[in-house]
Nanobody, 123 residues
Framework: QVQLVESGGGLVQPGGSLRLSCAASGSILRINAMGWYRQAPGKQRELVAT???????KYDDSVKGRFTISRDNAKNTVYLQMNSLKPEDTAVYYC?????????????????WGQGTQVSVSS
């Protein structure tokens, strides 16, 4: 019903940059918020950044000043510009979307996850 497709991950050296993209598709009436989460091996999945339909943003302290989240509402796409990458940023990055949809005749708010994209920061 709703699909999130991520792209832009890869291998980069410390201090380098990557830009992640996540495109949402399906029977979406409204995207309430989109965001990025990450999970390193053996660690809990954690918030990286979120952005609401109104443009309000939140960042984890570990990425403030280095990462920037943005979105293109017309394309239902969210981006994560990652600069000054550190080895501790290495993780699988997951796109998340909280959306309003019409399921049958019922309006529902539902949360969806992308499949994840690997970001590896290593020299």
């Amino acid at each position: 019903q709703v699909q999130l497709v991520e792209s832009g991950g890869g291998l980069v050296q410390p201090g380098g940059s990557l830009r992640l993209s996540c495109a949402a598709s399906g029977s979406i009436l409204r995207i309430n918020a989109m965001g990025w989460y990450r999970q390193a091996p053996g660690k809990q999945r954690e918030l990286v950044a979120t952005i609401t339909s109104g443009g309000n943003t939140k960042y984890d302290d570990s990425v403030k000043g280095r990462f920037t989240i943005s979105r293109d509402n017309a394309k239902n796409t969210v981006y994560l510009q990652m600069n000054s990458l550190k080895p501790e940023d290495t993780a699988v990055y997951y796109c998340n979307a909280d959306v309003l949809l019409l399921s049958g005749s019922v309006f529902q708010n539902r949360n969806y996850w992308g499949q994840g994209t690997q970001v590896s920061v290593s020299s």
